[in-house]
């Protein structure tokens, strides 16, 4: 396991379909973190699962999104019904809990999946 | 609303000299910082981060200096190496609030050899 994994690394769409994004993180990760980046902007956070609880969302997130880590390892996006606002990057990343003694470990990203909706 | 801030898009320095990457976040509750470096078509990788606690932090090349009364952080690399051009995001977080992050814009670094 060399690191954060995503699947697939481009998706193209029309308008109204269904699309579902994987992300496997560094097996040893406790910490999964969905965002999206658009041209010119820097990452922006979605969601956040500890193990396979989903404990924070972002107000980004629409109710067309959804997000899952069924057994705590490997997570999936999902995005309903697309629009062409959702054309992005979608990029995964996963970390270790604060470490004891104060030591936060840092997020480990993988390449992204490109979304493009025609 | 942006939180972090990356008001320069973009930076050229001649190999060999420094590099000084800046960053300015609004939120006063941010106590955690982070660097990361992106090539294009991969995802972010982490560089260098720093605790509230402290006002510098040094990883070889990279120093990231924090200054909490200015909201400011920088990111100085000496010296400079063509390798070294990408696009650096700052970000940032409140870790007592929860786990979210917040990352800049950008600034795209060339290094001239």
């Known amino acids: 396991d060399t690191g954060v994994s995503q699947d697939p690394r481009h998706k193209i769409t029309k308008r109204g379909q269904n699309v579902t994004f994987r992300c496997d993180p560094i097996s040893e990760h406790n910490r999964l973190y969905w965002y999206r980046q658009t041209l010119g902007q820097g990452p922006e956070f979605l969601t956040y699962?500890?193990?396979?609880?989903?404990?924070?969302k972002s107000r980004l997130l629409s109710d067309r999104f959804s997000a899952e880590r069924p057994k705590g390892s490997f997570s999936t996006l999902e995005i309903q019904r697309t629009e062409q606002g959702d054309s992005a990057m979608y990029l995964c990343?996963?970390?270790?809990?604060?470490?004891?003694?104060?030591?936060?470990?840092?997020?480990?990203f993988g390449p992204g999946t490109r979304l493009t909706v025609l | 609303d942006q939180q972090v801030k990356q008001n320069s898009p973009s930076l050229s320095v001649q190999e060999g000299r420094i590099s000084i990457l800046n960053c300015d976040y609004t939120?006063?509750?941010?106590?955690?910082f982070l660097w990361y470096k992106k090539y294009p078509a991969e995802g972010p990788t982490f560089l260098i981060s720093?605790?509230?606690?402290?006002d510098k932090n040094e990883d070889g090349r990279f120093t990231v200096f924090l200054n909490k009364s200015a909201k400011h952080l920088s990111l100085h690399i000496v010296p400079s190496q063509p390798g070294d051009s990408a696009v650096y995001f700052c970000a940032a977080s409140d870790t007592q609030a929860g786990n979210q992050f917040y990352f800049g814009t950008g600034t795209s670094l060339t290094v001239i050899p």
């Open positions: 990343a996963s970390s270790l809990r604060w470490l004891a003694g104060g030591s936060y470990n840092e997020q480990f």
């Open positions: 720093i605790s509230s606690i402290k």
């Open positions: 939120n006063s509750m941010f106590d955690y």
């Open positions: 699962f500890q193990n396979e609880a989903q404990l924070e």
